[in-house]
């Protein structure tokens, strides 16, 4: 009796830690906690299970896996990209948020429909306009250096919205207009942005709209022309 209490004990402190764990993982392997199951459920569905009918971690299928995810899956994204654009080409193909589906929030009946193709672009109101007091209060809070956010201040606060990273990878690379490695106020306002459309189950755009390039990027843009 006593082995089965200290099992017992044992399997509940384990429940209790689950957050600590799951943070370990994702330090040491790198992933995101998007990427990991509701803590709390979990912790609920783990009371009912038997842990000592859990198999043990093999160490061939971790390395296996990581070689999945290292190679074969990087091997594949260049052709999942091609087969995005080809269909994007496509009659009646709906895409993403920003491409035009129903569904998006920049579509027929929303304020930040593109409305007028003659428009001209630094003429367009900016999108994030309405929110950015919002995204300025998160931005400073974050202290920026000399007005910009460094990748590494960024990168902690984009991970903390539970976002896989191949998703915040693509968000940054939209984000970072300039391509500078750090994000302005502007910037930052953009990508807390698209951060909010794709937690809503929106799409990301192949590239950046009129309407959501910066204004103060549409200037530069202008000036370099």
């Known amino acids: 009796m006593p082995s089965v209490f200290r099992k017992d004990n044992k399997k509940k402190h384990l429940i209790h830690e689950l957050p600590v764990i799951f943070s370990k993982i994702q330090l040491q392997h790198n992933i995101s906690a998007g990427d990991f199951p509701d803590c709390a459920k979990m912790q609920e569905q783990l009371m009912a299970h038997d842990f000592t009918k859990f198999k043990s971690l093999k160490p061939n299928l971790m390395a296996a896996l990581d070689e999945l995810l290292s190679s ?125 459309v794709k937690l809503e189950g929106h799409g990301l755009p192949p590239e950046l709209p009129s309407r959501l390039i910066p204004p103060s990027k549409r200037r530069q843009k202008g000036s370099d022309a």
């Open 72 to 196: 074969d899956i990087a091997k594949l994204m260049p052709l999942l990209r091609q087969e995005e654009l080809e269909a994007g080409d496509q009659p009646g193909v709906q895409g993403g948020a920003f491409l035009g589906g129903r569904a998006g929030p920049f579509t027929e009946g929303d304020p930040f429909a593109e409305e007028n193709g003659e428009e001209r672009e630094e003429d367009e109101d900016w999108v994030v306009t309405k929110d950015k007091p919002k995204y300025d209060e998160i931005f400073y809070n974050l202290a920026p250096n000399e007005g910009k956010l460094s990748g590494t201040k960024a990168k902690d606060w984009m991970v903390s919205t539970r976002l896989p990273n191949s998703v915040l990878g693509r968000i940054w690379k939209l984000s970072d207009v300039d391509r500078d490695g750090m994000l302005d106020d502007e910037e930052f306002a953009l990508a807390s942005h698209l951060i909010e």
